[in-house]
């Protein structure tokens, strides 16, 4: 029997940690959560700095960071990979065969976005480039630009199964009852 994989997708502040975290505790899955494993690098290091400019990290710098977290892994959540089109499409060939894929596509317009990350600054919960605005807008438009791509196409990729989630009412918890009825 295969392990479950569980991509959570969606824009900045749509909740994808939040709900992660909230599956984790329920259904006791494995996390990999990409930005914390690249926000704990270094911030002389290459990768941190690429970061700190708001822009997405290679592909090649990615890839053996996601296969040594998912080798080892059983059930799982990803949570920030894929966010291109070469990530989605190398996940699912690499990893079809061995996890039965889920992407729960959170679906948030971005004025909800911003409002969320404004909120969680307000509320001491920040990230250090959330309080940027312009790494913010940076940051958005390559969700728009270059993650929404990877999404459209595994709304259709073979061996996946695709929700998409309306996660816009202002109490979680509706929200994430919605996602576990997706996931259902």
Same mark, same amino acid.
């Given at each position: 029997m ?8 969606g824009?900045?502040?749509v ?7 909230r599956l ?18 270094p ?9 700190? #400019? ?13 296969a ?7 059930d ?6 894929? #966010? ?8 699912v060939?690499?990893?079809?065969d061995?996890?039965?894929?889920r ?23 920040g ?54 009825a997706?996931?259902?």
């Amino acid at each position: 029997m295969k392990s479950k994989m569980i991509l959570m997708m969606g824009g900045q502040g749509v909740g994808k940690g939040t709900h992660a975290r909230r599956l984790i505790a329920r259904d006791g899955y494995g996390y990999v959560e990409t930005g914390a494993i690249l926000r704990g690098l270094p911030p002389e290091s290459p990768v941190a700095q690429i970061m700190a #400019r708001g822009e997405l990290v290679p592909d090649a710098d990615l890839f053996d960071v996601i296969a040594a977290e998912l080798d080892k892994s059983g059930d799982v959540i990803l949570d920030g990979f894929p #966010r291109t089109l070469g990530q989605a499409q190398w996940l699912v060939q690499k990893y079809v065969d061995k996890f039965d894929i889920r992407v729960i596509y959170m679906d948030v317009p971005e004025d909800i976005m911003l409002a969320r990350i404004e909120k969680r600054i307000r509320e001491g919960g920040g990230r250090a480039d959330d309080a940027d605005a312009a790494i913010v807008r940076r940051r958005l438009d390559a969700f728009w630009k270059t993650t929404m791509p990877a999404i459209e196409w595994l709304r259709n990729a073979p061996g996946v199964k695709f929700a998409d989630v309306d996660v816009t009412n202002e109490n979680p918890d509706v929200n994430f009852e919605r996602i576990s009825a997706a996931l259902s």
